[in-house]
Nanobody, 124 residues
Framework: AVHLTESGGGSGQAGGSLRLSCTAS????????MAWFRQAPGKEREEIAS???????IYADSVKGRFTISKGNNRDIFYLQMNALKSEDTAMYYC??????????????????WGQGTQVTVSS
């Protein structure tokens, strides 16, 4: 199995920045979609950003213009640059990969592997 590990979470200031990383235990050519989700207490898990193997990206409206997803060349690491942080960005953040290309609106079922999550807390 492919194991994903998130890093870079922690506390940030409103208006500030954090960068999350997701590292895969193995490189898979089949990892055609890489994504970030988040889940706040009492809320459903939300897909916020994804990137295909060809570099095409999809963003949720809630993070568009503030967050940027990027990937390494070998699809074994990808990132989420989080700028202009807001208190509502506070959540557990998860990375995920899929053997299929990214599909807008497909949701969690698209993804084959998940990380354990990293907490992001944004203070005013």
């Amino acid at each position: 199995a492919v194991h994903l590990t998130e890093s870079g979470g922690g506390s940030g200031q409103a208006g500030g920045s954090l960068r999350l990383s997701c590292t895969a235990s193995e490189t898979r050519a089949r990892n055609f979609c890489m994504a970030w989700f988040r889940q706040a207490p009492g809320k459903e898990r939300e897909e916020i950003a994804s990137i295909d193997a060809d570099g095409k990206t999809i963003y949720a409206d809630s993070v568009k213009g503030r967050f940027t997803i990027s990937k390494g060349n070998n699809r074994d690491i990808f990132y989420l640059q989080m700028n202009a942080l807001k208190s509502e960005d506070t959540a557990m953040y998860y990375c995920a990969v899929s053997h299929k290309y990214c599909q807008e609106g497909a949701g969690q079922e698209l993804y084959n592997y998940w990380g354990q999550g990293t907490q992001v807390t944004v203070s005013s």
